[in-house]
């Protein structure tokens, strides 16, 4: 008999879930199945859908649609744009958080001018947390906007060396910044890309090994959480000519960690600090009663038939890891087991 691991309901605080505009490479439905055979069961998804969640009727009708479909919980990231910054305010109500794009990536949301990130920091609530998707010398603009105004940034997914050291500084002097990694920036490298092409291309890139190895020097102390940027794409998508950046990651983050664990990279009590206690203490996210998921400790073979995911790959197919996720109860109803999705469309809440 392998032995069973028992951990709290896992959170994910950067999640693709494409809805709307982008159902055809994940929905609410396949992207929460996705999140609980992952042993997640809680997520928050990003705005940059199309439309982007930048308007307060977009975020209704997605709620709406959320609240029908999910089989864990959900909440939404409102998008900061330029063109609708006036609204913002009227956004809140609907959201966990607020998400501005500094940097290129997927999608059209951007934000490139000093007013709307001065209009993001006077008029977004300060109970409501801000993340900013911020490379390089970005970073530094994010930091100098927590120290002007007086609260929490959180950096999505941080890569590099130079931009965990810069932030490892700021925490050094007090100001009020957090981050994340993501679990393809931990496990894989720049060498990854000649393997695997386009599948290994995200934003940010894979790291070189120097970056890799300053993330991990950096796990214990300076970052904070653990999120998936679960960002799928179908596999014709990213096999034509134009490929979009991303990759799927919801299901294949506990098993990596736990992987590390068994190699004593990682104490399990950190990974939880990662993927539950920290991320509910900076958005503030709810508790989930009688919420637990039971890993088995058995060499497992990660494969892209396994996935449900809509997109069907993983970048990780063929890497064996030390465990499976076995069981996942939700609010003291079993949600997954066993490869099969047991939760009823509708059963995750909606977290506003
Ligand atoms: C994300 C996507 O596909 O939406 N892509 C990615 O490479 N990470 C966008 C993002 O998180 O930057
Ligand atoms: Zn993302």
């Known amino acids: 008999m392998s032995e069973i691991i028992a951990l709290p309901g896992l959170i994910d605080v950067h999640t693709h879930l494409r809805v709307p505009g982008g159902e055809h490479k994940e929905d609410f439905r396949t992207g929460t199945a996705a999140a609980l055979a992952g042993g997640i069961t809680q997520i928050l998804a990003m705005p940059n859908t199309s439309p982007p969640l930048t308007l307060p009727e977009v975020m209704v009708e997605t709620l709406a649609t959320a609240r029908h479909d999910v089989l864990c919980d959900v909440g939404l990231f409102a998008g900061a744009s330029p063109a609708h910054i006036d609204r913002l305010p009227t956004l809140a109500p609907y959201a966990v958080a607020l998400k501005i794009y500094l940097n290129d990536t997927f999608g059209k949301l951007r934000v490139e001018d000093v007013p709307t990130l001065r209009a993001c920091f006077q008029t977004w609530p300060r109970e409501k947390l801000i993340a900013m998707h911020a490379e390089k010398q970005s970073v530094a603009v994010g930091i100098g906007l927590a120290a002007t105004y007086e609260r929490s940034v959180h950096f999505c997914h941080i890569s590099r060396r130079e931009e965990i050291e810069l932030?490892?500084?700021?925490?050094?002097?007090?100001?009020?910044?957090?981050?994340?990694?993501?679990?393809?920036?931990?496990?894989?490298?720049?060498?990854?890309?000649?393997?695997?092409?386009?599948?290994?291309?995200?934003?940010?890139?894979?790291?070189?090994?120097?970056?890799?190895?300053a993330l991990w020097a950096h796990l214990h102390d300076t970052v904070d959480c653990l999120a998936t940027d679960h960002a799928p794409h179908t596999l014709a998508e990213k096999q034509s000519d134009n490929p979009p950046p991303g990759v799927a990651g919801l299901e294949t983050s506990l098993v990596l960690l736990l992987t590390a664990v068994t190699e004593n990279r990682l104490t399990l009590s950190r990974l939880i600090d990662l993927m539950h206690t920290n991320p509910r203490r900076l958005y503030n996210l709810p508790e989930q009663p009688d919420t637990r998921v039971e890993v088995e400790m058995t060499p497992t073979t990660i494969r892209n038939e396994m996935t449900q995911s809509k997109c069907g790959w993983t970048p990780f197919h063929g890497r064996t890891v030390a465990g499976r996720v076995k069981r996942v109860i939700l609010r003291g109803q079993v949600a997954y087991e066993d490869g099969m999705v047991l939760a009823q469309p509708g059963t995750g809440m909606v977290i506003v």
Do not use: N
């Not at 932030?167 to 993501?182: F, N, Q, S, Y």
């Not at 894989?188 to 790291?207: F, N, S």
């Open 167 to 213: 932030i490892a500084d700021a925490k050094m002097r007090g100001l009020p910044v957090t981050c994340e990694v993501t679990p393809h920036h931990l496990f894989m490298d720049v060498t990854d890309r000649e393997r695997l092409g386009m599948l290994a291309d995200m934003r940010p890139v894979l790291g070189t090994p120097d970056d890799v190895a």
